[in-house]
């Protein structure tokens, strides 16, 4: 029998109707047998995540602020859920009771937050008749927080080997000195489902959100752009990196290492197939590109110099500055005498004029210019290698409808073509960039 780990984000552990639609995801196939859970999530736009209010407890409960009321609205969610359902879970009131003690003599803050996910699963798992296996002492993390992914792995597929079928927490695993809680960063149940999938050896990861995958462009932008029903790692990871997110950034590595595909899956739509990441080329479909994606605001400084190409180390100078500013780039095209940093205008905050000044200082350029809003869409696909014509299609998209090129530059991988304009530009050169090639 094949083996499949499913993951189900906060919307599907909201409420109790929620909760129905995981046991009936779950009990459709015999081979669904590990399953991750988040913290519930929001059940309307104006409600609170639960692992939101956990960390506002944990602040509250630093300041001295009485922090019962929250705390039992915190209980009060959980509660309705199995109340709903109708199901008794076994010392459930003792859990609360001991993470309010816990909370009381100044538990810390990843303990805390960690136990929106760890009484989601103990409810999960009495209500779906599968073990609870907590994964505090089988995630392992150094004593800076890095995941000890080896380590990890020998303890999850040895705990996993004694269960038939069970339900583990997301989000958090433990410090491998002192065995304290320690969380991933925000969202981070993708990575312990991501984890779970490869120590069991499974044939697939299901990733249970709520939406029906990846679509090939921003929906806010690009009217009814097409569901991206399957798309490589690599592919993946170009357009998560460009803002297109829909999971972990983390949760893609474990995964990987084993050849085990993602199925991206809607609760509220479980016929709907969803988005598979893979790297199977039999499994992936023939379009020359897989998706679009972009961010509109970045600043660009860009230095000129006459005779730069002679000028041995001034690349690294200018990117030693960028260094110890603390700020990452995201491109730097470099011409003949000149050199320009593509930054996230967020990235900078209030730093850009001391940069300026230490560029002046290290590189004695002839001219610095700084310009702001300026907009990068990647298009992203992994059939544009060795296949003629796609960057010459974005061009003349472009200029067809009179917009300007800041910046076009292809990774040598050959999987993405980048475009910078200005961000006034932004939304409709994704427009006719994506017309351009879906049509
Ligand atoms: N509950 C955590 C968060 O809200 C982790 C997760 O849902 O993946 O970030």
């Known amino acids: 029998m094949g083996l499949k780990v499913l993951k189900f984000g906060g919307s599907s552990v909201a409420d109790a109707a929620q909760l ?52 039992e609205t915190i209980k009060g969610r959980y509660t309705s859920i199995v109340d709903d359902l109708g199901i008794d879970v076994p010392d459930f009131d003792a859990r609360f009771d001991e993470i309010r003690e816990n909370v009381g003599k100044g538990a810390s803050k990843a303990y805390i937050a960690s136990r929106g996910e760890y009484l989601s699963a103990i409810m999960a798992a009495a209500y779906l008749g599968y073990d609870f296996v907590d994964t505090q002492d089988l995630i392992k993390f150094d004593s800076r927080g890095r995941l000890l992914f080896d380590e990890t792995n020998e303890l999850l597929s040895a705990e996993l080997a004694k269960h038939e079928r069970a339900v583990l927490p997301g989000f958090y695993g433990s410090y491998m000195n002192n065995g304290e809680v320690c969380v991933f960063s925000r969202g981070g149940s993708d990575v312990t489902g991501s984890l779970v999938a490869r120590a069991a050896n499974a044939d697939i990861y299901e990733n249970w959100t709520d939406v029906s995958g990846m679509l090939m462009a921003d929906p806010r932008i690009v009217k009814d752009p097409l569901p991206i029903k399957k798309i490589s790692y690599v592919e993946l990871r170009e357009l998560s990196y460009m803002g297109a997110s829909v999971l972990h950034e983390d949760a893609v590595f474990p995964a990987r290492m084993s050849d085990i595909p993602i199925n991206i899956r809607n609760t509220n739509a479980p016929e709907d197939p969803g988005t598979l990441i893979t790297n199977d080329e039999k499994e992936l479909d023939d379009r020359i590109i897989s998706g679009i994606a972009g961010k509109p605001d970045f600043t660009v400084i860009s230095i000129y110099k006459n005779m730069m190409n002679k000028e041995i180390g001034f690349v690294r100078r200018a990117l030693a500055v960028i260094e110890e500013a603390g700020v990452s780039f995201d491109h730097i095209p470099t011409g003949i005498d000149s050199l320009s940093m593509f930054i996230a205008t967020s990235e900078l905050e209030d730093k850009l004029e001391d940069i300026i000044e230490a560029l002046n200082m290290q590189l004695r350029p002839d001219e610095i210019s700084v310009e702001n809003r300026i907009g990068l869409i990647a298009v992203v696909g992994r059939k ?19 917009i300007n090129i800041r910046m076009l530059n292809q990774g040598t991988n050959e999987i993405n073509v980048i475009v910078g304009v200005d961000a006034d530009d932004f939304e409709r050169a994704t427009q006719v960039i994506y017309e351009g090639f879906v049509g």
């Open 384 to 402: 544009m290698k060795r296949s003629v014509g796609a960057a010459a299609k974005i061009c003349s998209v472009l200029a067809q409808n009179g």
């Open 20 to 71: 129905s639609k995981i046991k009936a995801i779950v009990e459709a196939d015999p081979e669904r047998r590990y399953v991750v859970v988040s913290a519930p999530g929001k059940r309307h736009s104006s409600d609170n995540k639960v692992t939101d209010m956990l960390f506002m407890l944990k602040a509250q409960a630093d300041e001295f602020i009485p922090y019962d009321s929250l705390f």
